[in-house]
């Protein structure tokens, strides 16, 4: 399975963006992490393909938004009111197989990720 992160970019404080991921093949669990400089890896949201489940980071709850489209394998971040502090490279992952909700967070738990995109705002 290959994902296919795209949408990064360059952004004022306060502005917003939209990164995209496509799987290559159906899969279950797709979310998103982030990795600033020199910092771990974060789990940042993840939605699974049944009933519009979806989880959210306390950190980017108002502003960021995950939703996914089944018939093309694509999830989406919808990045609003975009803050310094949200830069980093974020990566797009998914898993095979369901798991329960309380390990959507874990990056261990995920069985393939994408290449990257960067995010970088400005103050």
């Known amino acids: 399975v290959q994902l296919q992160a795209s949408g990064g970019g360059y952004v004022q404080a306060g502005g917003s963006l939209r990164l995209s991921c496509a799987a290559s093949?159906?899969?279950?669990?797709m979310a998103w992490f982030r990795q600033a400089p020199g910092e771990e890896r974060v789990f940042v949201a993840a939605?699974?393909?049944?009933?519009?489940?979806?989880r959210i980071a306390d950190f980017v709850r108002g502003r960021f938004a995950i939703s996914r489209d089944n018939a093309k394998n694509t999830v989406y971040l919808q990045m609003n009111s975009l803050k310094p502090e949200d830069t980093a490279v974020y990566y797009c992952?998914?898993?095979?197989?369901?798991?329960?909700?309380?390990?959507?967070?874990?990056?261990?738990?995920?069985?393939?990720w994408g290449q990257g995109t960067q995010v970088t705002v400005s103050s």
């Open positions: 992952a998914a898993r095979r197989v369901r798991i329960v909700f309380s390990s959507w967070s874990d990056p261990h738990v995920m069985d393939y």
């Open positions: 093949t159906s899969v279950d669990l």
């Open positions: 939605t699974s393909p049944r009933g519009g489940s979806s």
